[in-house]
């Protein structure tokens, strides 16, 4: 039976949840300053900048969790304390992604800045 020490089941548990947090503040946090610098008229192949950084910062977060969470976590119930740790970071790290998603597809469908 493998134990895990408590700050490394912590960031196993919670690394999903905590790069969708830093996702929602840098996608509004870029938002708001390309809105309050007027940047959102920039374009580069015909989107515009708001959606390009959008974009990227969604691929970006997405792959952060798949790396952090869900990589290596096993399709079977937990059989111990580190595998219920892994399942329920693996768990997190899908919600974390529809939680990413969900976010990026909002800001995508209404025009920033209107």
Known sequence: ???LRFDRAFLRL???????ALHFLAVYGA????????????????????SWVV?????????AVFLLSLRGA??????????FTRWTGAALGVLSIIAIAWEAM?????????
């Open 1 to 3: 039976m493998e134990s």
């Open 106 to 114: 909002a800001i995508l469908l209404v025009p920033a800045c209107r």
């Open 31 to 50: 938002i708001g300053i390309i809105c309050a610098r007027r940047m959102h008229g920039l374009t580069l192949l015909g989107l515009d900048i708001a």
């Open 74 to 83: 096993a399709g079977q119930p937990p059989q111990d304390n580190a595998s």
């Open 14 to 20: 919670f690394a999903a949840p905590l790069v969708w």
């Open 55 to 63: 974009a990227a910062t969604t691929v970006a977060s997405v792959a």
